[in-house]
C-alpha cells in the first residue's frame, strides 16, 4: 500500500529537525494521549469483568442458582422435594436449608454482632467448595451433632475467636415467660474458619448442622428452603421452568438468581456501560489531537509538498504519506496502550500493594467493594475491541488532514513562497 518513497518522506515528516519540534511534540503528546486511553480502558474494563465474575461466582456459589420454597409455611417433606428436584434434567445438585438471623456474640460478652445462620448437613456443605476448599482452620469433620458451627474468618477476627471457641446465637424469636418475651441464647462450639473472599460472608455467615438449625430456629422436620445448583448458571430460567413443572400441584415457589440479584449485577453492567463510553472519549480527544498536530505539519510542510508535486508525485502519493505519519502515531500508541494495560492487569495486586506501602492509605477496602482482593480477568476479545476501535479512530483522524494536503496546488503554494 505504502512504497519505499512514502514511507521514507513519512519517517523523515515524523523526525523533527531543529525549528520543527513543535508538531512533533503534539504528536508525541497525541501517541502517548492514546497509549493512555487504551491502557485505561483495558485495565477498567478488565476490572469491572472481574468484579463481575468474582461476585457472580462467589454470590451463586454460597447460595446456589436457585432456590424452591413453600409458600407461606416451611417445607416439611423437603427431603421427597429435593429428589424430585434432583431428577430434573440440568440439576448438578439440590440441598435442604433452613436459614435464619440471628445476633452474634461471645460467652464473655463484648462485641455484638448481626448474623445469618444457614443449616446445611455436612455432605451438602461439603459441596460448597467456596466454603470447603478455604478453610483456614480446624475441618468439617466436626461439623455434626447439635454443637458444632463454621464461620468467616472476618466473624472470628472482630469477636476474638478461633477453633475451639464458642459462639453464642441470639434468636430473634423469643420465648414467652410470665415475664414477658426472652430471647432464646444458645452457645456452640466453633469447629471450622473459613475464607471465601466474599466479606459479606466471611463477616456474617454461620452454617451449622441441619438438624441443629432445626431445633434452634424451631422448625422440626422442615426446611426454610432447597438450594439448586445447575449446569449452566446462564441458563436457569430453563432449568427453573421444568422444577416448576416437576413439582405441579405443590405449593412451592421458585427463584432464579436472575431475579434474586437481578438489580445487583444490572448496577454493574450499566456501570461497566458507562465507564466504557466514558474512558472511549481520551481515546477520542487523542484522536482530534492528532487531527491538529497533522494539520500544523501539512501546514508546515507545504513548500515541501509543492516541490514533491513539481517533481512528479500525485495526490495519492502526497495523501498516503500524510496518511501514515498519523497512522504511526496511531498504531504505536495503540500497541503501547496494550502493552501497558495487559501488563498492569497481570500484576495489579502487586502493584496495588506497592501504592498502599508508598501512600500509607487503603485503596481497596474489602467492606466497601466486598471482596478481599482487586479482581482483573483480561477478555482478549474486549482487548482486540479496543485496539481495533482505537486504530479506526486514528485512521479516520489522519482522513481530511492528509486529503488537505493532497489538494495543495503547487503553483500557489510555491509563489506565495
Not at 51 to 67: A, D, P, S, T
Not at 153 to 177: F, K, M, Y
Amino acid at each position: 500500500m505504502f512504497n519505499a518513497f512514502e514511507r521514507a518522506v513519512a519517517g523523515r515528516y515524523l523526525r523533527a529537525r531543529r525549528g520543527e519540534r513543535f508538531v512533533s511534540v503534539i504528536a508525541g503528546f497525541s501517541l502517548i494521549g492514546i497509549a493512555l486511553g487504551v491502557a485505561t480502558l483495558i485495565i477498567v474494563m478488565s476490572v469491572m469483568n472481574g468484579f463481575r465474575i468474582e461476585l457472580m461466582g462467589r454470590i451463586l456459589g454460597l447460595n446456589g442458582h436457585l432456590g424452591v420454597y413453600a409458600a407461606g409455611a416451611p417445607l416439611v417433606d423437603f427431603d421427597a422435594v429435593t429428589a424430585r428436584i434432583k431428577a430434573v434434567p440440568g440439576v448438578v445438585a439440590a440441598m435442604p436449608v433452613v436459614e435464619g438471623q440471628v445476633g452474634l456474640t461471645t460467652e464473655r460478652g463484648g462485641a455484638y454482632l448481626g448474623g445469618l445462620v444457614r443449616g446445611v448437613r455436612q455432605a451438602d456443605l461439603r459441596r460448597i467448595s467456596v466454603v470447603s476448599d478455604h478453610i483456614l482452620g480446624g475441618s468439617l469433620d466436626g461439623f455434626g451433632g447439635d454443637d458444632a458451627v463454621a464461620i468467616g474468618v472476618g466473624l472470628a477476627q472482630r469477636l476474638g475467636l478461633g477453633v475451639g471457641s464458642r459462639l453464642e446465637l441470639i434468636s430473634p424469636q423469643g420465648q414467652a415467660t410470665v415475664v414477658g418475651n426472652i430471647p432464646r441464647i444458645r452457645a456452640y462450639k466453633v469447629v471450622a474458619v473459613f475464607q471465601v473472599g466474599f466479606n459479606e460472608a466471611d463477616t456474617g455467615f454461620v452454617f451449622m448442622p441441619l438438624e441443629a438449625a432445626q431445633v434452634f430456629f424451631r422448625q422440626p422436620d422442615a426446611a426454610s428452603q432447597i438450594e439448586v445448583i445447575t449446569a449452566d448458571p446462564d441458563r436457569v430460567q430453563g432449568v427453573s421452568r421444568a422444577i416448576r413443572a416437576a413439582l405441579a400441584g405443590q405449593p412451592v415457589r421458585v427463584v432464579d438468581w436472575t431475579q434474586s440479584n437481578n438489580s445487583f449485577f444490572a448496577a454493574v453492567e450499566v456501570e461497566r456501560n458507562v465507564m466504557f463510553l466514558i474512558l472511549t472519549l481520551i481515546i477520542l480527544v487523542a484522536a482530534f489531537n492528532i487531527v491538529s498536530s497533522l494539520i500544523m505539519m501539512v501546514k508546515d510542510k507545504t513548500r515541501d509538498i509543492a516541490v514533491l508535486r513539481t517533481l512528479g508525485a500525485g495526490q495519492g502519493s502526497i495523501m498516503r504519506i500524510f496518511l501514515l505519519c498519523g497512522a504511526s502515531v496511531g498504531v504505536a500508541g495503540t500497541l503501547a496502550g496494550a502493552l501497558l494495560g495487559i501488563v498492569f492487569c497481570l500484576n495489579i495486586e502487586t502493584i496495588r500493594h506497592w501504592l498502599e506501602g508508598l501512600t500509607g492509605t487503603n485503596l481497596f477496602n474489602p467492606e466497601v467493594y466486598f471482596l478481599s482482593r482487586l479482581p482483573a480477568v483480561v477478555q482478549w476479545h474486549e482487548v482486540a475491541q479496543v485496539v481495533g476501535m482505537a486504530l479506526v479512530l486514528s485512521l479516520l483522524a489522519t482522513l481530511y488532514p492528509s486529503w488537505r494536503a493532497a489538494r495543495t496546488d503547487p503553483v500557489e503554494a510555491l509563489r506565495s513562497e
